[in-house]
């Protein structure tokens, strides 16, 4: 039995009076089991669920998932774990000067790529087509990163930062974002599934809390320019010479710290977060460029498809077979299926009975890392990997 001590009942009253103005125990989160997590003075609300977030099984894998560069051994290129940092980092700085819940901020910013695949956008596009073909519904990452807080790991993450991670999506930018009004879980939940059958509702999400609306944009302010940096460091392009001059800056400190002002400065004291049109139209421009000169650079692009498309579908195959033959000596078992089972501390939800084997290939799948997702591959078909990793030294 877990002992948890707690502070004395009059020091929680002499520092709820003198630092918290006596709100120190408002809890407005709204979970599925209301009687766990309740907040304490010194663990608020969304204090629990960002602490959740980073220890729960997956933020770990962070360290080595992809963010734009996958084929290079560079401690310098950003991995997911930077960039989630970035982005609680930004959309913080912003949200104090809204007065915005700060703790919630962070819970969303630090989950909202949880559920993001190996090898970036080309494995979500991967493992979306395999899924799709398979049954006929989407895979988004964002959508899955709620499925690995909520339903993979049943940790009982707040409505409100549940909602803020579904709805980041940062691919999508807005120049306005109204909160869009959610009441409970069964509202969230048709808004999730509806996600999985109908191919155009990620558009459509909006966030349900000004903090999430914040998040949404700050994850956009954070990649644009440090895959930029990145872009740099692989060689890939020579300098930000090579982007358009405008009135966000072609570098990564100035976009932040222009977009950054001019969200302040159009969202102070209003019930939306805004952009006005001239910094909206500098930041679309900005993410153009990062299109046509980076990611969809061929240097990049090939290797994904002619390597890495056809392991996903060698992995998947397989995977979904070793399932349907009940084959347990399958990492699927071993490293998968046992390990959420061991992880999942609390009652209330049994993966394996409220998921089927496609599901199941696709969560175990979407929670690798790069080198484990090659080292699978090598394990499962005795064969050495077609990729070949920029060295350390290849420049040298």
Known sequence: MLKYEKLSQELQNKINQEIFDGNGFLDPAIRRNPTRDKATLWRGAF?????????????????????????????????????????????????????????????????????????????????????HANTGRFFN????????????????????????????????????????????????????????????????????????????????????????QDAIKTKLIESEDIFRENEIGKHNATIIHNLIVNIIENS????????????????????????IIIYQNSKIANTYDTKILPMFEKIYARLLSDLKHSTYSSPIYKHHIEYVNTANRFTGYNYIENSNWDEIVVDYIASMTDDYFIDLYE?????????KYVSYFDNV
Do not use: W
Request: charged share 25%; net charge neutral; proline share 2%.
């Open 141 to 228: 990452h964002n959508v899955h990163s709620v499925r690995v807080l909520d339903k993979i790991f049943n940790l009982n993450i707040s409505l409100q930062t549940l909602d803020g991670i579904l709805c980041h999506n940062g691919e999508f930018e807005c120049k306005e974002y109204y909160p869009s009004k959610l009441s409970d879980f069964d509202e969230f939940d048709e808004k999730v599934e509806k996600c999985y059958i109908d191919k155009s509702a990620i558009k459509q999400l909006i966030p349900s809390t000004l903090e999430g609306c914040v998040v949404r944009i700050s994850d956009m302010i954070a990649y644009i320019g440090k895959d930029r």
């Open 379 to 387: 394990y499962l078909f005795n064969e050495k990997s077609p990729i």
């Open 47 to 131: 204090v629990r669920d960002a602490e959740k977030i980073m220890h729960s099984p997956y933020y770990n894998r962070y360290a080595d998932k992809t963010q734009v560069f996958s084929f290079y051994k560079n401690d310098d290129i950003s991995h997911r774990a930077l960039h989630v940092q970035l982005v609680s980092r930004i959309a913080r700085n912003i949200g104090r000067l809204l007065g915005l819940n700060l703790d919630l901020i962070e819970s969303i910013a630090l989950g909202h790529d949880i559920g993001h695949t190996p090898f970036g956008h080309a494995g979500e596009r991967f493992l979306n087509d395999l899924y």
């Open 268 to 291: 102070y004291g209003k019930n939306y977060i805004r952009l006005d049109d001239t910094h909206y139209n500098a930041l679309k421009t900005a993410k153009k460029d990062n299109y």
